[in-house]
């Protein structure tokens, strides 16, 4: 009896085991040294001058980190933007994260980036560790998120940049008080550096960094959830030298441009996915694919501008589509990227759906699409 009851568990046991889903753990990679790449839709980056260090890739914007006897080193994933437009252009950009950190020695948490025209290198500085940066006497003090930040330039000569050993200027919007988690909502720090006659020029890149300086540490960074587009409830003041007003950080598109990343926007259809080649974008590569998101819109009349190409010589064919209507067709004719501009298009106002959508590819092409810019006509 006692037999029968052992067998009957070890067979109830084995379909279990056969109705169970087979679930395969994709393992993340670490890298040591310098190098770039793309993962999960972000940009990562993990740079030194010498030292020991990992970085190992999490998935989406996530990443843990680890340094010890450097000199300098940074660990950063966001988004490389190239230097095509200047930060206006993208609408609002905001970043979500948390950060389990843990430096010994001089290290900031921050966002962090470059632009061109002018040569800049920024830091908007959470936290810190045994030294708050950068040092001297702030321009202004502004509140964004919330929270209190000091605003100062500086000069950098004859150090390492994206174009090489060269003097450029620093920007800093440094906390007054730490933190590892929250809300920073990127565009109104540049606003309110603008304010204070720090102008930025074109965005090469927009990333949550964490760098080390001459010290030991580790972080793990658990959220990082970067995006572009649409409009800041944030709000911030600022008071100092350079500004004793307020400024609004809300923007709209009856008023410059938005641009939209369309890795951001709900992907629809039976084969539409993420590349990262050859730029951060999507793939439609099959009829009625589709990439989706909805716009609130001031006034009924924009110019839409789509950055795009062909999986090869072919030409392609993305159709743009407003509150469920047909507005006209983006054209791609061959593989190397390109912006195709359908002009003074009409549309309902208020939340629209905006959508573009693959149709008639005849088996021929794929459409591969970057942003969607969206400007007054």
Same mark, same amino acid.
């Not at 999490?58 to 095509?84: D, P, S």
């Not at 500004?243 to 950080?249: D, E, K, V």
């Given at each position: 009896?006692?037999?029968?009851?052992?067998?009957?568990?070890?067979?109830?046991?084995?379909?279990?085991?056969?109705?169970?889903?087979?679930?395969?753990?994709?393992?993340?990679?670490?890298?040591?040294?310098?190098?770039?790449?793309?993962?999960?839709?972000?940009?990562?980056?993990?740079?030194?001058?010498?030292?020991?260090?990992?970085?190992?890739?999490?998935?989406?914007?996530?990443?843990?980190?680890?340094?010890?006897?450097?000199?300098?080193?940074?660990?950063?994933?966001?988004?490389?933007?190239?230097?095509?437009?200047?930060?206006?252009?993208?609408?609002?950009?905001?970043?979500?994260?948390?950060?389990?950190?843990?430096?010994?020695?001089?290290?900031?948490?921050?966002?962090?980036?470059?632009?061109?025209?002018?040569?800049?290198?920024?830091?908007?500085?959470?936290?810190?560790?045994?030294?708050?940066?950068?040092?001297?006497?702030?321009?202004?003090?502004?509140?964004?998120?919330?929270?209190?930040?000091?605003?100062?330039?500086?000069?950098?000569?004859?150090?390492?940049?994206?174009?090489?050993?060269?003097?450029?200027?620093?920007?800093?919007?440094?906390?007054?008080?730490?933190?590892?988690?929250?809300?920073?909502?990127?565009?109104?720090?540049?606003?309110?550096?603008?304010?204070?006659?720090?102008?930025?020029?074109?965005?090469?890149?927009?990333?949550?960094?964490?760098?080390?300086?001459?010290?030991?540490?580790?972080?793990?960074?658990?959220?990082?959830?970067?995006?572009? @587009?649409? =409009? %800041? #409830? !944030? &709000? +911030?003041?600022?008071?100092?030298?350079? *500004?004793?007003?307020?400024?609004? $950080? @809300?923007? =709209? %598109? #009856? !008023? &410059? +441009?938005?641009?939209?990343?369309?890795? *951001?926007?709900?992907?629809?259809? $039976?084969?539409?996915?993420?590349? !990262?080649?050859?730029?951060?974008?999507?793939?439609?590569?099959?009829?009625?694919?589709?990439?989706?998101?909805?716009?609130?819109?001031?006034?009924?009349?924009?110019?839409?501008?789509?950055?795009?190409?062909?999986?090869?010589?072919?030409?392609?064919?993305?159709?743009?589509?407003?509150?469920?209507?047909?507005?006209?067709?983006?054209?791609?004719?061959?593989?190397?990227?390109?912006?195709?501009?359908?002009?003074?298009?009409?549309?309902?106002?208020?939340?629209?759906?905006?959508?573009?959508?693959?149709?008639?590819?005849?088996?021929?092409?794929?459409?591969?699409?970057?942003?969607?810019?969206?400007?007054?006509?």
């Amino acid at each position: 009896m006692q037999r029968k009851r052992l067998m009957g568990f070890v067979a109830l046991m084995l379909c279990m085991a056969l109705l169970m889903p087979t679930v395969s753990a994709k393992a993340a990679t670490t890298i040591y040294n310098e190098k770039t790449g793309t993962e999960g839709g972000y940009d990562y980056c993990l740079w030194k001058d010498y030292g020991d260090t990992s970085m190992t890739l999490t998935g989406g914007g996530t990443f843990e980190c680890w340094w010890e006897n450097i000199g300098n080193a940074l660990f950063r994933k966001g988004k490389t933007l190239g230097c095509v437009q200047n930060y206006a252009s993208y609408g609002n950009i905001k970043l979500d994260y948390g950060v389990d950190y843990q430096p010994n020695g001089n290290s900031y948490l921050c966002v962090y980036g470059w632009s061109r025209n002018p040569l800049v290198e920024y830091y908007i500085v959470d936290s810190w560790g045994t030294w708050r940066p950068p040092g001297g006497s702030p321009k202004a003090t502004v509140t964004i998120d919330g929270g209190t930040y000091q605003i100062y330039e500086t000069t950098r000569v004859n150090q390492p940049s994206i174009d090489g050993n060269t003097t450029f200027k620093q920007y800093w919007s440094v906390r007054t008080s730490k933190r590892t988690s929250g809300t920073i909502t990127v565009s109104d720090h540049f606003k309110a550096w603008a304010n204070c006659g720090m102008k930025l020029g074109s965005l090469y890149e927009v990333t949550l960094c964490v760098e080390g300086y001459q010290s030991s540490g580790w972080a793990n960074v658990y959220k990082n959830n970067l995006t572009f @587009g649409g =409009s %800041s #409830s !944030s &709000g +911030s003041s600022s008071s100092g030298s350079s *500004n004793s007003g307020s400024s609004s $950080s @809300g923007s =709209s %598109s #009856s !008023s &410059g +441009s938005y641009v939209t990343q369309c890795e *951001n926007m709900t992907l629809g259809g $039976s084969y539409a996915g993420k590349i !990262s080649s050859p730029f951060s974008g999507v793939a439609l590569y099959g009829n009625n694919d589709s990439a989706k998101y909805t716009q609130n819109f001031g006034y009924g009349t924009h110019n839409f501008t789509l950055r795009g190409c062909s999986n090869n010589s072919e030409m392609a064919q993305v159709d743009l589509y407003i509150g469920g209507q047909k507005k006209g067709t983006f054209y791609y004719g061959g593989s190397y990227p390109a912006s195709y501009t359908i002009k003074n298009v009409s549309h309902g106002t208020g939340n629209q759906e905006v959508k573009l959508v693959c149709t008639s590819d005849n088996g021929k092409w794929d459409a591969y699409i970057d942003y969607l810019e969206i400007t007054n006509p």
